[in-house]
């Protein structure tokens, strides 16, 4: 099970950091991604880091604003937003691969978490 966190309202500019918790799998073995949705729009992948975090993927939309990590120890993945623009507004959702390396595309994880809204106001 994913379970995600860390969303809420922010100004444009403002930062704010997501976290995906697993239980029920070991992380180390997983690559984690997150995917963000907004209303009337198709999910998109954001962001995906691989099983030993020494790869990470970024869509062009987020790159430079954004960053990924984890911390298998505490079988946990981030992702950091910073300069965030009302256009980030959306359900951020994490999700998991069953392999170490980072799908190419980004699409068709093996397990779904549950949202958390990010909301940035003009």
């Known amino acids: 099970q994913l379970q995600a966190s860390g969303g809420g309202l922010v100004q444009a500019g403002g930062s704010l950091r997501l976290s995906c918790a697993a239980s029920?799998?070991?992380?180390?073995?997983?690559?984690i991604g997150w995917f963000r949705q907004a209303p009337g729009k198709e999910r998109e992948g954001v962001s995906c880091i691989s099983g030993s975090g020494g790869a990470s993927y970024y869509a062009d939309s987020v790159k430079g604003r954004f960053t990924i990590s984890r911390d298998n120890a505490k079988n946990t993945v981030y992702l950091q937003m910073n300069l965030l623009k009302p256009e980030d507004t959306a359900v951020y959702y994490c999700?998991?691969?069953?392999?170490?390396?980072?799908?190419?595309?980004?699409?068709?994880?093996?397990?779904w978490g549950q949202g958390t809204q990010v909301t940035v106001s003009s």
């Open positions: 999700a998991a691969w069953r392999r170490l390396s980072i799908p190419t595309p980004v699409i068709n994880p093996d397990q």
């Open positions: 029920g799998i070991t992380m180390d073995y997983y690559a």
